[in-house]
């Protein structure tokens, strides 16, 4: 899920809000797997772990100076009504969540600790 929501920072701060063209090199450019961005098996974790952390610095510092009020440029801008980085962080912190509580599931599964434990 790394891989996802590290393409999700790119598509959602880069693409829509920024208007940055889509070059190709996402995971999902036409023609390609749909699900793409969850096919990881040969891309070590600390690769995965790497690259999305550096999204994120990218994100935060592509959107430091911006208005909360500023609305997408980039494709889906004009197909109905264009989405503001208010929005676009909200809709941000919801997926991330999302997807932690699926790894905090699976985390589960595997050591059964629920809830919070102290670390050490």
């Not at 809709?91 to 599931?105: F, P, S």
Request: aromatic share 8%.
């Amino acid at each position: 899920m790394r891989a996802h929501l590290r393409w999700n920072e790119y598509s959602w701060f880069q693409l829509n809000v920024m208007g940055v063209p889509d070059t190709g090199q996402t995971p999902w450019t036409e023609g390609g797997h749909p699900d793409a961005e969850m096919l990881v098996d040969d891309i070590p974790l600390a690769q995965l772990l790497d690259e999305y952390d550096a999204e994120c610095a990218r994100s935060n510092e592509t959107i430091a100076d911006l208005s909360l009020d500023t609305v997408e440029q980039g494709p889906y801008a004009g197909k109905g009504e264009a989405a503001s980085l208010r929005y676009v962080l909200c809709h941000m912190i919801e997926e991330t969540a999302r997807h932690v509580g699926h790894l905090d599931i699976i985390r589960e599964l595997i050591d059964g600790a629920t809830g919070y434990t102290k670390l050490g």
